[in-house]
C-alpha cells in the first residue's frame, strides 16, 4: 500500500461521497411519493425506490450522454412515476423542481472539515456526473467555502461515468492544470460501479468511502475480479487520520 501523501490529488465524486445523493434524491421525490397508497408505498421502500432509480438514470444516460443532469433527472421523474402507476400527480412545477433539486442535496457530516483538512495536503480535484450550473448551486451552498483546485462535469466531457473517457479526461486535465501525472490521482468515491472500478480499469489508483446506507454505488463483494481497492476508509474523517 503506498503512502498517502506520495498523491497529489484527490478526485472526488461529489454526490454520494461529499454529498448524500441517496438522501437528496429520496426527500426531493417526496411530492410524487407521497402519494403512494399505503401497500404500494411498502413495495417502494427506499430501497427499492433508490434501485429503481439508478436503472433509470443510468439507462438514460447511456442514451443520452450529452444531456445535462437536471433534464436527465426530469426524464428519470417522468420514468419512476410511470413505474409506480403515479403519472396523473406529475407537475410541470414538481418536474422542474426535481431537475433543480440538485443545490439542496447536503453534506455529509464529516465532509466540510474533511476538504479543508484534506487541502493541506493535495489538490482537490471533483469529477462529477453533472453539469456545470448544477455543480455551481453546489459550491454556492452545501460546499460554501471549500476551494477545489480543478472540476471537471459530464457536461464539458461529453459523457457519463461510468465510461472510461471520463477518466481519460480527468487524467489528460489533471496533468495539463495542475501538473499532476495520472499515477499521482487517488479516485475518491463511494461508489463502486460509476467510479471506482472504471477508474480502476483505466488504470489509477482508488480509494473508497463507505458511505451508509448505501443502495446505488454498490458492495465491496460484488467488485468484478481482479479489481482491488487502494485504500478503503468508513468516512472522510477516518481518511484525514490516516494522513495525518
Same mark, same amino acid.
Given at each position: ?23 437528496? %434524491?429520496?426527500?426531493? !421525490? &417526496? ?10 408505498? &411498502?413495495?417502494? #421502500? ?13 439507462? +438514460? ?24 402507476? !403515479?403519472?396523473?400527480?406529475? &407537475?410541470?412545477? #414538481? ?6 433539486? +440538485? ?22 480535484? %471533483? ?18 467555502? %471549500? &476551494? ?8 464539458? +466531457? ?7 473517457? $471520463?477518466?481519460?479526461? !480527468? ?32 488504470? !489509477?489508483?482508488?480509494?473508497? +468511502?463507505?458511505?451508509?446506507? $448505501? ?6 463483494? $460484488?467488485?468484478?475480479?481482479? %479489481? ?17
Amino acid at each position: 500500500m503506498r503512502d498517502l501523501k506520495s498523491y497529489g490529488a484527490l478526485s472526488f465524486d461529489c454526490y454520494g461521497t461529499l454529498v448524500d445523493w441517496e438522501g437528496g %434524491i429520496i426527500k426531493a !421525490l &417526496t411530492p410524487l411519493t407521497k402519494h403512494l397508497c399505503p401497500n404500494t408505498a &411498502t413495495t417502494y #421502500d427506499r430501497q427499492a425506490l433508490l434501485t429503481l432509480y439508478a436503472a433509470c438514470e443510468g439507462r +438514460i444516460q447511456r442514451q443520452y450522454p450529452k444531456m445535462k443532469y437536471p433534464s436527465i433527472l426530469e426524464q428519470v421523474y417522468d420514468e419512476l412515476a410511470k413505474e409506480m402507476d !403515479l403519472q396523473e400527480h406529475v &407537475t410541470p412545477e #414538481d418536474r422542474a423542481a426535481f431537475g433543480a433539486s +440538485i443545490g439542496a442535496w447536503e453534506p455529509f457530516p464529516d465532509t466540510i472539515a474533511a476538504l479543508h483538512q484534506l487541502s493541506k495536503h493535495f489538490k482537490l480535484v %471533483i469529477l462529477s456526473n453533472v453539469d456545470k450550473e448544477s455543480f455551481s448551486r453546489t459550491l454556492a451552498g452545501p460546499l460554501a467555502g %471549500i &476551494t477545489f483546485d480543478a472540476v471537471y462535469v459530464a457536461e464539458e +466531457i461529453g459523457s457519463y461515468k461510468p465510461s472510461l473517457n $471520463n477518466f481519460d479526461y !480527468l487524467a489528460k486535465r489533471c496533468e495539463l492544470d495542475l501538473q499532476v501525472p495520472k499515477h499521482k490521482i487517488l479516485q475518491t468515491a463511494y461508489a463502486l460501479f460509476h467510479d471506482l472500478t472504471p477508474a480502476k480499469k483505466y488504470g !489509477l489508483d482508488v480509494c473508497l +468511502i463507505e458511505r451508509k446506507p $448505501n443502495v446505488m454505488g454498490g458492495e465491496v463483494e $460484488n467488485l468484478e475480479d481482479g %479489481i482491488t481497492l487502494d485504500f478503503t476508509f468508513p468516512t472522510l474523517r477516518e481518511m484525514v487520520d490516516a494522513v495525518a
